[in-house]
């Protein structure tokens, strides 16, 4: 089966190496037989091009493995792609996520499939999992520590005493986080990956921007020694339950105990875990980044399309967002923690307070009016 | 497509309820037509019989279930319906295990399959992921804590410092060890899933009396306080590694480094790994038993037979366990020490020794030697 690749970067060139090595009869049977490359300095193949429509217009490629990464233009080939009668397989969390409903419709009209197994979680089989699961369960949950650069960030914190500005600085030195970090510690990068996994969970699309969304940036070594003397480990969360009528949805650092599973987490690894009535949780751990693994991925899932063994024909429905019903107990450091009287529970030293068990939905709305620029907000574990 | 059940305890009885009930339209494809129990107190669904010739012989039935446990008469069952041209899923990792040449030989001169999903890790699905892996990868080995009643054992002990007899009878009263837990404690369970493992990973059929094995049922609170002093966990692991000609492959408790994810899987969970060359390292964690998420593995696997997706067609061979070239550090704790000075790189307090680096072969063979029925030794992770 004939595969063309847009973009020949990290992910890109990972595939073509895989592919091209062939290391197993399934790989065999794919051939990479055009690359959209960026300019000519990267035209080090004959199969290169810098004309997207020498892949899109092809009768010959059947599937098309965008690897781009960025909005546009992946978005607009990767629609001319379905609308060409081609399954796509992308590895770009962020434009999928942002243009899911359009692109699933696209798909669905034009006959063919979308897959994004390399979306979240780097090579963990998350994606697959849920396929194989709901063949016998539905999904009832999912949660997971979806990002390295924040798991990576906040252990080093946690284990050296260490303050997230320094961290994030050696992150960046290690090329653990991006030079601009927004997407990573703000929870953006996870939102994508929560909306993508309730795709797959629920065939259901929703609006990423609905999915309530804290990150780590403001989070300091204080807030941790708190976590630690209370016998808790602190890890950015992307949480998902399914509710028939909405679905709540959320990325939060969240105060684990320190006998979870997910507690433990080391370093820069990936930790998804899906909970369904058979099967109860599963978890599934691994490195969530890196060119092999995330390439791997890519290739399995073309090897799903020339398997046709697709899960990707279940019509998707829009499901909306509702987090009203989401209750926890919330840890808020603010300067402007007296204005918050009314849902406070317990004060922690003279610097933050834990909440009584409300809907998260009323603790945003209590921190949204006190329009504190370094509040920092974690779930807490009951 | 319809399916003959040997056997309605725990994980038979977990079988038919998720067939019966056909939460998914996959599973509304199956139908449970017949139940092999083994008295007339058990025959309460108007589909049980006492004799098993009338699954075996009945032509409507594709596939068998067999999750009777013990090793006969399953073996004998599970080999009669593959000569009648029955698929076979088995949960039974005992008689797999033991007569995996002879069933899988006689499946295949059959043109069936034998699947063991629910063999190793309850629902975790371990084998499902071998597969998929192995589309794109050639597994070079994998590692795991397959066993959840010594790893019970083991973390109670670790935390609480308390005795192996107390944590064996605490564990026998709360269900989680039989009341004969030669199987877990001694290591014999972890061998069978380590030989399972081999099958799946690397096609290969060994013999599990030539896995090394050694169990938890001599380790003391002074060989776990060694272990926390020295900012290791301890863990029964199973292991296997493929080198071509031959595959290393043994069960040994092993002192891990604190930070490695499998020091901290919790209580009674399996954790399994695999490693290959583009995805690295996987890991799956889930609770190891159950009657529903084996019951689970169960129906995946007939899924899998009615979908076809079926990896096990592929011919395996007799592959010989060779574990000389395996090394590493032992802790031996023997009040025959003084004999082992030849191996021994440094003294443990006055009651055990750390070895040199060396063939877990010569450690075997010194240990071999002491005759000390108390003795205990795990590898100590570099």
């Given at each position: 089966m004939k595969v063309g690749l847009l973009g020949h970067g990290v992910v890109g060139s990972g595939v073509r190496t895989i592919i091209d090595e062939g290391a197993t009869w399934e790989v065999r049977e794919l051939e990479v037989t055009a690359i959209l490359v960026?300019?000519?300095?990267?035209?080090?193949?004959?199969?290169?091009?810098?004309?997207?429509?020498?892949?899109?217009?092809?009768?010959?490629?059947?599937v098309v493995a965008e690897c781009m990464g960025g909005l546009e233009p992946a978005h607009t080939y990767a629609k001319r792609a379905l609308q060409a009668g081609k399954h796509v397989v992308t590895s770009n969390k962020k434009m999928l996520a942002t243009f899911c409903g359009d692109l699933?419709?696209?798909?669905?009209?034009?006959?063919v499939t979308i897959h994004y197994e390399a979306s979240c979680g780097g090579g963990i089989p998350w994606m697959a999992s849920l396929d194989r699961t709901r063949r016998v369960d539905d999904i009832v949950s999912f949660r997971g520590i979806f990002n390295g650069t924040t798991n990576y960030i906040l252990e080093r914190m946690f284990h050296e005493n260490r303050d997230f500005a320094d961290m994030l600085k050696e992150a960046q030195k290690l090329g653990y986080a991006e030079q601009d970090p927004t997407d990573d510690i703000d929870g953006y990068d996870v939102r994508y990956k929560v909306a993508l996994s309730c795709a797959k969970a629920f065939d259901a699309i929703v609006d990423a921007?609905?999915?309530?969304?804290?990150?780590?940036?403001?989070?300091?070594?204080?807030?941790?020694q708190f976590c630690r003397d209370s016998g808790y480990a602190c890890k950015l969360m992307g949480k998902g339950e399914w509710h028939t009528d909405y679905i709540s949805a959320m990325v939060i650092p969240v105060f684990l105990h320190a006998d979870d599973v997910f507690a433990n987490i080391p370093l820069n690894f990936n930790a998804i875990e899906s909970n369904s009535k058979t099967l109860g949780s599963a978890a599934f751990v691994g490195q969530g980044a890196g060119?092999?693994?995330?390439?791997?991925?890519?290739?399995?899932?073309?090897?799903?399309?020339?398997?046709?063994?697709?899960?990707?024909?279940?019509p998707k429905t829009r499901v909306p967002i509702d987090n009203q019903f989401h209750q926890g107990i919330y840890y808020i450091r603010t300067v402007k923690d007296a204005l918050l009287a009314s849902?406070?529970?317990q004060r922690v030293g003279d610097h933050a307070i834990l909440t009584k068990k409300i809907s998260v939905?009323?603790?945003?709305?209590?921190?949204?009016?006190?329009?504190?620029?370094?509040?920092?907000?974690?779930?807490?574990a009951e």
């Open positions: 960026k300019d000519e300095t990267e035209m080090t193949d004959p199969r290169t091009t810098l004309n997207a429509d020498d892949i899109i217009n092809d009768p010959e490629i059947q699933f419709d696209t798909a669905r009209e034009n006959g921007e609905k999915i309530l969304t804290y990150g780590i940036r403001n989070i300091t070594a204080q807030d941790l060119s092999l693994p995330t390439a791997h991925a890519v290739v399995q899932n073309v090897i799903d399309i020339w398997k046709d063994q697709d899960s990707e024909i279940n849902i406070t529970d939905l009323e603790a945003e709305n209590a921190i949204r009016t006190l329009a504190d620029q370094d509040l920092f907000i974690a779930e807490v």
